[in-house]
């Protein structure tokens, strides 16, 4: 190794508060209002998020993927449904996410229930993206054991000429998911680590708040 302290690693964080009274009522007004800060800020990637499954056994695993979409109903990603998640989240529908935007010291924690998206939502996102993203879907079956990189070149070149016309449909395989949160949590950095949470659960009569100890 380096040499390199990791254990000495560490940062206090005086940027901001986060007070019961400036937080929204509805916590996903609360995270417009914070995404709109981190993109105002630059944060590299601000929708950038671990999403996390787990079998139906509970065996966990966490990977990033991008948000996509927010509503009154939830947070939206698109990814390929025969991959690991996939199948995870077909077998056992309930995910959590972690937002960090560090360069603002703040972290989002989202959990809840998690649904497809309809055919049309996941139909017009894969119409937005680039030539060479839709047609990656078609190349790749997500998270399936390959021999090469060779192969999965092979793949798009067969793709590519099985589709010459540039008019590349929506592969069955692809779409995406929305993750309807039962909790959300607000995390922003203070000093001596003593932190604010402020934590949003969904109840029948709406949305309740805490304060949670850092
Ligand atoms: C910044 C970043 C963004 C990503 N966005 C997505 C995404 O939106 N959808 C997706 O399927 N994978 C995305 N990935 C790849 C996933 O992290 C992961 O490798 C892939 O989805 C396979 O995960 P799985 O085998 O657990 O299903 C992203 C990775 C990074 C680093």
Redesign the pocket.
Known sequence: MTGLDIAALRRDYAMAALREADAHTDPIRQFEAWFADAVAAQVP?PN?MTLA?ATRDGVP?A????L?GIDAQGFV????YR????A?LTENPLAALVFLWKEIERQVRISGSVSRVTAADSEAYYRSRPLGSRLGAWASH??AVIASRDELEERLRDVTARFLDGNVPLPPHWGGFRVVPDEIEFWQGRQNRLHDRLRYERRPSGWSMTRLSP
Request: without cysteine; positive net charge.
């Open positions: 990637e950038a499954t695993a990977r990033v993927v991008l996509k990603f698109y990814t390929d991959s690991r998640k996939g995870e997500q998270s």
